[in-house]
């Protein structure tokens, strides 16, 4: 295909001839128009659910910055009675988890999903519904958790919740369980955003947009959410177990019962320390984006920044428990992890290095946007620096817990995040908005902004050497801080009053439309900036440089005249072109689906489920998960549209096929991702197994004296597994031919089923005749976890089974239209290999250890 | 053409492997140093002299990690001398090089602590 492409290019210039075809271009108006009034609440597109998605994680910042300014202003003076102990523990617990999980995650995968499809020559991202969906779940799910201060039922934990502070024993209500629940909904949003990103950047570029010419947010992009799939699972896994902890008194973290509290914080800090870098990394790759515009010359140094951004992202793996120096662990370990910590400052430098030269190789417009990067520079950069000390185990230790530490991590997500987002916020208006934001109130901005932040932050540094400990909600007169707690609280308000600067001018200027923006302002060289409307450029440019609009001064012209790829839509439907993953060559044209209230519903009730378990209304939850998983199987009911389309014209004299199954097509990548985080999480689970062995062997049985489940058990489990492993595999090739009946088909998918089921039936009867039950200590705890974990596997597969033997029976499922069955065949085989190592970690483990 | 996609498919891969083999070492050197303290404790301990058995399979580790670094970097120096008519082939050869340096470096600043802390647990 690609080859009859670049042949069109070559003989005439241009892939398609003009004039276009009468009808076109108002054809695909007519597919890509937004639906209004209520039904405006189903729209999927990404510049509105982009918008939207941004629009609420600005809110929750402001709100996460009304407590921050509250905390101020009760620590500016000694013995200050403003707030109660009570109310300042729940507020600093909200300020760091509304910024951390509602804004500062949220925000940097909403600037993907409003500027990637663009950025990369898409119409959309390929699963807009989960996108809405990702964003809905995040809404509702944030605004209950933030609406729980109000109702005097928030967290008082800290934003880290470290056990045994939160058992149900220390922090009793529901508090603790509306961090646990929500933010563990928050965290599945963050994943299904996590995997469109994945696809969308490597699957959806425009044509010739090879990996070599990929723009450095994309490629950040690409790196956050790689990290997001790798790390977020680890907290899911924690928040699962501290929750049947508190529910159940499985003793997870109870040390009287051979658990650990510090096995919380292993897993919190594997997903929190890679978090500082899924926030900064996208950050780092605006800046990339936009220093070059201001500076009118090509990012220097492209491939080191990308070789940063990958290297960073492995990297802050190896970094949790710089976290936790002060917790006793031996000596060679923490050496470890001091060393990591320090070994990732040089990908982290080598980017600001390449900052650097990009200012001096061109003449910098000292716009707000290039303001804020300047900003961001010098702040991120003394952040880095105090990070370095911080990683040092003996300075760490005579700083822990004490406000350097605070000075420090704000330094680093303030300067690093938050600048460069007011930077984009500046930069990329023009590409959604009728009107510039205000040049001269933004300088304001900055200014009070800038200034305010190092007046607030800086003497923190101070504080924190004198010894003033974080979360004290006062301090008495006699020791001190007072005045450099009173600059502080001077400065916070002086960033506040910028912050409000900014929000005026967005709500006096800021006019969201996708037709008449004010276009290309700032001479900017990649695609987002080519004459958008709701179904991104008219036509998609192939892309033979890293600045196309600067290699081709006419290029937006062109395109906009529709003479490149898919000008219209040839399928009648929403569509975008899909392409190789590292040449970017075009494969087939990805059919995109149509607004609709499933996904929406589906978010709404699963956010039920989770307020109802919060409270503990264990039947309405089982509503709820049950009105949740109906809509989720019908939004899922026609995402496999077939081939009935056959091949389409994307082009004068190239077709490419409208369907593709396997590794080509876009629903097998998904499930791919989807169970890396599912390896993600159970890996978490093993870490957390042989964890509390070292930590605690003696409750681990030893056969010699303590009753096991036999092993026959165990062994007809892992039969009854692989024999249902068999059977899907064996109906997988049953499917008949488009037109004909195949009977043994859902027969077999039945089969395979209830093998399954089979197996973790024995499973858990084998553990329950043995006499183990799950509160007892923390091996008996892991055994049911593990099944529970393999519990929600099966129980997934069973509705997956019964929906392809629906779709098989409605006629919606045969070899040639097998989407559906070849994402279960996958997760099947997933479930079987996890199934297996299940079953020798918690039956033969025990085994080799007590003998 | 089919050809060269899956031959990039797989270098896109070889690129990530620098990294990856410093976190196989690193978390496997994290593994030993706690598998070494745990095993030395007790009335009975399995190990008597933790320090000296973790020193020497971290020095193992770090080997077979720099080894495994050394043969990427071949195909890396590989990738360039023969990818030079295609972009791809050359800017994923320069990725894996500067990787697997980066990761080099990484694995031996990380083993360090194993030659200069002078107690394990």
Redesign the interface.
Known sequence: M??EATSAVASSGYPNKLPRPPGELEALQKAWEAPRGWRSLTDINNTRVGVWYVGTAFVFFLLGGILALLMRLQLAVPSNTFLSQEAYNQIFTMHGSVMMFLFAVPVVEALGVLLLPQMLGARDLPFPRLTAFAYWAYAIGGTAFFLSLFLDLAPSGGWFMYPPLTNSEFSPGYGADFWLLGIGFIEISAIAGAIEIIIGVLRTRAAGM???RMPIFAWSMLVLAGIVMVAFPSLILATMMLELERAFGWPFFNSTRGGDPLLWQHLFWFFGHPEVYIIFLPAAGAVSMILPTMAGVPLVGY??I??AL??T???S??LWVHHMFATGL????Q??????S??VS??SGIQVFSWIATIAAGRLKLTVASLFILGFIFIFVLGGLTGVMVAMVPFDQQVHDTYFVVAHFHYVLIGGMVFPLFASIYYWTPVFSRHQLSEKLGKWAFGLMFIGFNVAFFPMHLTGLMGMPRRVYTYPAEVGWGTLNMISTVGSVAVAAGVLLVCYDLLRRYRITSKETIGNIWNAGTLEWLPNDTYGSRSTPIVTSRYPLWNDPKLAQDVEAGRYYLPGNPTGGRETLAT????G?PEFVMRLPKPGWPHVLAAVFVAFMFLSLTVSLIIPAAIFAALAVSSILVWLWDTDPGPDKGLVEIADGVRLPTYNTGPQSISWWAMVLLMVVGAALYLAYVFSYFYLW?VS?QVWPNPKFREISHVGWAIAAGVLLVASGVFIHLARHLLPEPGARQIGFPAMVAAAAALLVGSLAVDFKSQLDAGLMPSRDSYSAMTYLAIALQGLLVLTLVIGAGFVIARYVAGKLDAARRLSMQTLYLLWVYAVGQGLFGLLLTRGFPRLVGE | MQNRRSRHVWEFVETLLGPIIYLGFFGLSYFVATLGCVLSRGNEPMIADPQTTVRIAVLVLTFLALAMIARLTKNGVRLLSQGRDDREDTFLGMLTLALAALSALAIIWTALPVATVQQSC
Do not use: H, K, R, Y
């Open positions: 690609a080859e090879a990996l070599s491939s080191l990308v070789i990958v290297a992202g492995f990297f793996f190896g031996p000596a060679l370990s050496s470890f992890f001091s060393a990591a320090m070994a040089l990908p190789s993953a590292i040449d060559e070292t062997p």
